[in-house]
């Protein structure tokens, strides 16, 4: 049973002839000292717990505390990896780029090169043709040569076959013995 304040002050004592009756103040005075002895216990007990919630309260900044560290330290390294990423990427975009410019560079060069070869065949091809034409006419021009060789030839042959003048005759003179008549 709980004692208040008001209780106590309006608590009233049977009175007797020399002051006030000892088994009723003696009963109040140990309903008092129990009820001192709960809310002390209990003040106790409050202190106690108000303690702990302290500590608990402390423990709580103190991980508060390492939670916005930790939560700062993962935003910097965020922000860093971030930060690293775009550069790594600016990187790789820029190494890509020169390692096109380079692709597209030599293949201009092989290009260029592969004209150059083209026209160097294409020169090769004019000379050839030049010189199979020259060797083509060279040989017609030997050909025609040869025909009127050949016509001068036979020219040549019909004039052996004819007689010579002074062999108008194939008679043999009496007074020489014929070739044939010695054996």
Do not use: W
């Amino acid at each position: 049973m709980s004692i208040t304040p008001i209780d106590i002050q309006q608590h009233q004592f049977k009175t007797s002839l020399l002051g006030y009756e000892k088994p009723g103040v003696d009963q109040f005075l140990e309903m008092l000292a129990e009820e001192l002895v709960r809310i002390q216990r209990e003040c106790h007990d409050l202190r106690e717990e108000l303690i702990r919630t302290r500590a608990a309260l402390e423990e709580m900044r103190g991980r508060e505390s390492a939670l916005k560290e930790t939560l700062m330290v993962t935003q910097k390294a965020t922000e860093e990896l971030k930060f690293n990423a775009r550069r790594e990427a600016e990187i790789m975009v820029a190494d890509a780029a020169l390692r096109a410019e380079r692709i597209v560079r030599d293949a201009e060069e092989r290009r260029i090169k592969l004209i150059s070869e083209i026209q160097e065949i294409k020169r090769q091809k004019i000379t050839f043709e030049s010189s199979l034409r020259a060797l083509v006419e060279s040989h017609m021009r030997l050909l025609d040569l040869e025909v009127v060789a050949i016509q001068g030839e036979e020219a040549e042959n019909l004039l052996l076959e004819e007689p010579l003048p002074f062999d108008a005759t194939d008679e043999v003179p009496d007074d020489e013995p014929s070739p044939d008549a010695e054996q």
